[in-house]
């Protein structure tokens, strides 16, 4: 079946940023879309960095379950749902199995040892190890990890890319990802609608007001760590900016928020960016919309349910943020900082100081 005309745009789009992706790339992707029955590929992930930080060439089957094991227990002692569930009258159809043995242990006092073992065959062999490496139903070129009988046994690549705290970046992506994953199979349960805190920090279910999830960090991923401007690699501090300026259009909805650089930022200020940004953050949302629960519902229900409709409800509001006579952010629609050599110029030179700035706190 071909695809419509506007994926084929987006998927361009994404071979076009994605050109000969390396294993960050894959990892990422792995993490940040596709859809997600469980939040396993969190919690294996998360246990994969830590191996591969600790440089373990290999683990047993039945000691990756009994560190699942754990990390669930700590995970869902505040009661976040780890899967998406359907409740019938009293009863509740969905629930994971780490979830049901570690509560059969925890309140009937089941012998540990086979709740172990469900969890090593059922959880982890007949499911997420079967499953972490692919992407959209297709094996990844270079596995993370090879399973045998008894072993896991991490590749070289994903010791590479984790070792001695490097990419710990990617760590915060896993468990943000995991924070919006809970969220949403919770919020499925119930009509509260969302709030993006206008910091990016969090997710806001409205009606409890209670912060909800870390978004930063995956907008971050969406955005391959670069700067929304610039493209050069984001670092700390890392700024949010409404990319259709506030005082035009008056609120803080996600798929108006991009991820800048505080100089970036600054420079930028309340003007109007050129149009070629504009689709950049059309192309941006099509590509978290590729990702489910709760970013892809949010986007769904702000902008439309086709791309046409989101497209059109982007642009509507750029305009209404032009008729209202906002300057043009370089003074032309051609202006792109990431091509512009004294902007890139100035980055370094900010990047430095910013650096050294840092290098002085710690003597
Ligand atoms: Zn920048």
Redesign the pocket.
Known sequence: MPLPKIQNKVGQQLVEIMFEPNDKDFWRAIILYGSNQSTYKMGLGNLLIKYADDNLEKITLDELAEDFFELYQNRIKNGKPQSKRTTTGDLQKGVTYVEQEITSVESNGTNKQKSLDKIRKRALEEMVLKRFNTLFQRQIPKPFYTVSSTHLILSDNLRTLFSDKQNSVMSTEVDSRWDLLEFGFFNLKNEDSVEIEETLEFVIQKKKRSQISRLKPILNGYQIG???????D?YDPIHVDHLIPRTAIHHDEIWNLVL??E???KYKLASLPPKHFVQKLINRNESVLKSDLPLREELIKVLGMTPKERSDKVWSQYLIAKEKGLAVWGGSETFN??KDDL?RGL?QFYNKTYWSRKFDKIS
């Open positions: 670069k700067c929304f401007y610039c493209h050069e984001l800048s650089h100089h970036c930022n900082p990431a902007f980055i």
